[in-house]
């Protein structure tokens, strides 16, 4: 069976070469030229070897659904009033519905003329005669739902990666996760802290008139008048950096959304020395701001981001710039971050986060080099096993071992995988698993020897009686393998890769390239004794 | 160099009452502590939870870092130690705060104000919510019943039924025996340990089938003998691959045990128990199964497993 020796040798040769060229750039990084470097990345190494970063988020699509329906009364309610219908109420109720109360039959008729005009995605329900009144109720359909939530988390995907590139961090992958889940990873980020804070806002900016006729002491003891709001003004003394929460009285009605800004900067107000942020308009936004402002001097207006008041200013003239500020004693990091998201846009719905894993850099260094250690280690001590146990015929196997972590190391940067900590256990493993087709090898030739057959005899028979053990167990296991790396998820995948890598790899060092050194010797050599 | 001579011929076959007690035995004492204390000691990434890793700057104590952390109202934490030297730690609390004010936040700032700031770097932080972690756990169970069912049917093709039958009931006494020993030693089921797991699963299999391989082989030849007869045969001319390969993967499992550091001792763990486990169950489970299998339905052997000899 040395046919072909060349041809064989040659494939082995080309592996190798292939082999090196791709793995050069992970070896000797800086010493090669650069289109080199280029065209083959290094090994790419995971969050828990390089630290960063690894967030999923959810998307409370729920909520989405829900501020799509408060949209719909608001709508609702104004078409109702142009057309001069009189109804008593709408609200938004549970279940994805809505309610529009109305008095009288006729009323009931135009409602639902209008409601199916102008509102073709809500389906009618039954209606329920609540103590005299007509009660018609409008349910968002299932797919309307479906479209409203999938929008949300493809919306919140874009505003995370804006914010993302704002923020700076090489590299970042940003990726759904089934239906509303989001996973972010961001390899290196210097201040996770910082990250999940940027991330995470909603940063849902609001516009509000203060109302000034309610006393917020009697608001925090429930005695809140309908259509208004109480919420928190947060103060921070630029002594101490304490921050405080003062209760102040809104109208519920928005009069303006962040929607319509062009711009947010930071800038240093000269008289404090205090950031803020400027923020401008877009045209549709400057004239509504316009009419606002106009409308109101001398009210007090409320900046409300995320249902908190940054600050309510008293409108001194009407403003027709299209411009506003947003000041509340930040620190310039926390201006700059505002700026930010204000920019990137807002969250169509709250995200809370279903998972964090962070490792800092200096952990993931030291797992590399106990890794590598491990590795080594492990390495030696098979290598030291099986030369003294099959002398030359050991260190046929221990140059097969090498070149298949050799080879696992350049699948792994050719196929730009991922190497992980668990992967580094899974190649620590392969070395374990991968001399076990040599010993099956040895073993059968050493049987073969001793029923007198030749060298050349023993050394076909050991390898063909051993070839269908080593598949099947082979098989079996790369079986378990990719199994885990189709359901597995992080750590098990990243071990799930280089133990399939490495199985596919062994049987080709183990088997194809052993035999080749054999027959080298054999026919080249002439070698008549084997050393095993 | 040899350790098993080529003539040897131990009464593997033979031993099979003892071993079907010890394996008991070994299998009810953890199945014992595992009812004793309450199921499998789940880690954050399928129960959910908080932790985080923290070197100090100077040793300490985990009752001191208990005290430092009072003020968090938290019920179970956990501190453990990590490594010779008691300067790194790992906290860990059921709580996961999925608002964006993190737990390991508060963790940090609570420390930092006992042990002065710039003393205490925070390493590492895992939060699993207990949806993630819920699915962690179910996608873990179902990577685990794929890959039984994957081999299973390579293996029912490959041999026969009743071997495949053999392999799955050798290799879940392997798991069994791993899972009741972590129980013993209070180690967490984490996500690289259901990776683990999973390598066990592909050993054992693996060691398994060269087995099989070889009593399918020497049926055939040595038929005469009787079917115990052959297979005892076949464990020992196989034993000193066995040994040597048993012999090899755990040297480096040890190593990863020994050096690979805090993420993978327990999962160096899993494999040195799994492995262990695993060479012995080939022996006494897979192989004694198919002996007692053979005992119900004599006769019905030769033929099935003639077929594919030289597969």
């Known amino acids: ?532 | 160099m040899q350790i098993i001579k080529p003539d040897v011929n131990f009464d593997f076959v033979g031993k099979t009452k003892a071993a079907v007690i010890l394996s008991l035995v070994v299998i009810l004492i953890g199945i014992g502590s595992l009812v004793f204390k309450g199921g499998p000691n789940y880690g954050i990434d399928f129960a959910g939870g908080t932790l985080v890793q923290i070197r100090f700057s100077e040793p300490t104590r985990a009752a001191d870092i208990k005290d430092a952390l009072k003020g968090l109202k938290s019920g179970d934490m956990v501190v453990q130690q990590i490594g010779e030297e008691a300067n790194e730690f790992l906290i860990r609390v059921p709580e996961t705060g999925g608002e964006l004010e993190g737990l390991a936040q508060k963790i940090t700032a609570a420390l930092e104000q006992t042990y002065g700031a710039g003393k205490v770097d925070m390493r590492r932080v895992e939060m699993v919510g207990p949806q993630v972690g819920k699915d962690l756990r179910e996608k873990g169970l179902l990577a685990l019943l794929y890959a039984l069912i994957g081999t299973l049917i390579y293996i029912s093709w490959r041999f026969e039924f009743r071997f495949a039958v053999g392999a799955i009931l050798a290799l879940a006494h392997d798991v069994l025996v791993t899972l009741g020993a972590f129980s013993l030693f209070n180690k967490e089921i984490d996500l690289p340990i259901i990776a683990a797991f999973l390598a066990i699963i592909g050993y054992s299999l693996n060691d398994t089938i060269i087995i099989y391989d070889r009593i399918r082989e020497n049926i055939g030849k040595y038929g005469k003998e009787g079917f115990a007869g052959v297979v005892n045969r076949s464990i020992n001319e196989t034993l000193a691959r066995t040994i040597l390969t048993s012999g090899t993967t755990l040297l480096v499992v040890v190593a990863l045990f020994i050096f690979g550091g805090g993420v993978i001792h327990n999962f160096a763990f899993a494999l040195l128990v799994g492995i262990i486990a695993g060479t012995y169950s080939t022996i006494f489970v897979a192989s004694a199964f198919v002996i007692y299998w053979e005992k119900r339905r004599p006769g019905h052997m030769e033929a099935g497993l003639a077929k594919r000899s030289h597969g």
């Open chain 1, 1 to 532: 069976m040395t046919k072909g020796f060349k041809w064989r040798g040659l494939l082995v040769l080309v592996c190798l070469v292939l082999s090196l060229v791709s793995l050069a750039p992970t070896l000797f990084r800086d010493s090669l030229p650069d289109w080199w470097s280029k065209a083959f990345d290094p090994i790419h190494l995971g969050l828990d070897l390089q630290g960063g970063m690894h967030l999923v988020l959810g998307v409370d699509v729920d909520k989405a659904v829900e501020g799509r329906l408060d949209s719909v009364v608001d709508q609702a309610e104004n078409l109702l009033r142009e057309k001069d219908v009189i109804f008593k109420r709408v609200d938004r109720q549970a279940g994805e519905q809505l309610a529009i109360t109305v008095y009288d039959e006729a009323a009931g008729m135009q409602v639902d003329a209008l409601m199916k005009e102008n509102f073709p995605s809500l389906e009618p329900l039954t209606i329920t005669a609540e103590s005299g009144y007509i009660q018609k109720n409008y349910r968002l359909s299932t797919r309307e739902v479906e479209n409203i939530k999938d929008y949300a988390v493809r919306q919140a995907l874009e505003t995370l990666r804006n914010r993302v590139d704002q923020f700076g961090v090489s590299e970042p992958t940003l990726q759904r996760q089934g239906e509303n889940r989001i996973l972010i990873q961001l390899p290196g980020v210097k201040d996770p802290q910082r990250a999940i804070a940027l991330l995470g806002k909603t940063a849902r900016l609001e516009f509000k008139m203060v109302a000034e006729d309610v006393d917020p002491q009697q608001a925090v003891k429930g005695n809140l008048p309908s259509g208004t709001q109480l919420l928190y003004e947060r103060r921070v003394d630029s002594q101490t950096g304490a921050t405080t929460e003062l209760p102040i009285v809104v109208q519920e009605k928005t009069v303006m959304t962040g929607d319509l800004l062009a711009d947010a900067q930071v800038r240093i107000d000269t008289r404090f020395n205090e950031p803020y942020v400027a923020m401008d308009f877009n045209a549709i936004g400057a004239k509504r701001f316009d009419q606002i402002t106009a409308a109101n001097v001398g009210k007090r207006m409320a900046i409300v981001l995320d249902d908190t008041v940054y600050s309510a200013p008293v409108i001194r003239e009407r403003i027709s710039g299209g411009s506003a500020q947003i000041s509340g004693s930040f620190s310039e990091q926390e201006a700059t971050d505002l700026a930010i998201v204000l920019r990137a846009g807002s969250l169509p719905a709250p995200v809370n986060i279903l998972e964090d894993r962070t490792v800092g850099p200096s952990l993931g260094r030291d797992s590399i080099n106990q890794g590598l250690l491990s590795v080594t280690i492990g390495g030696l001590l098979v290598i030291l096993a099986m030369t003294i146990y099959y002398r030359l015929s050991g260190i046929v196997a221990t140059l097969a071992l090498v070149l298949n972590i050799f080879f696992i190391m350049a699948i792994l940067s050719l196929f730009k995988a991922t190497l992980t900590l668990p992967g580094i256990a899974g190649i620590v493993l392969t070395i374990g698993m991968a001399v076990d087709a040599n010993v099956l090898i040895f073993e059968r030739i050493r049987e073969e020897l001793r029923l007198g057959k030749t060298v050349r005899a023993a050394l076909d028979a050991g390898y063909s009686k051993a070839l269908s053990s080593i598949v099947d167990s082979n098989v079996t296991t790369l079986i378990a393998a990719l199994v885990l790396f189709q359901f597995g998820t992080g750590p098990v995948k990243g071990f799930a890769v280089t133990l399939s890598i490495g199985i596919v790899s062994s049987m080709f060092t183990a088997i194809f390239v052993s035999r080749l050194i054999f027959d080298y010797f054999l026919v080249h050599r002439q070698v008549k004794r084997l050393s095993i």
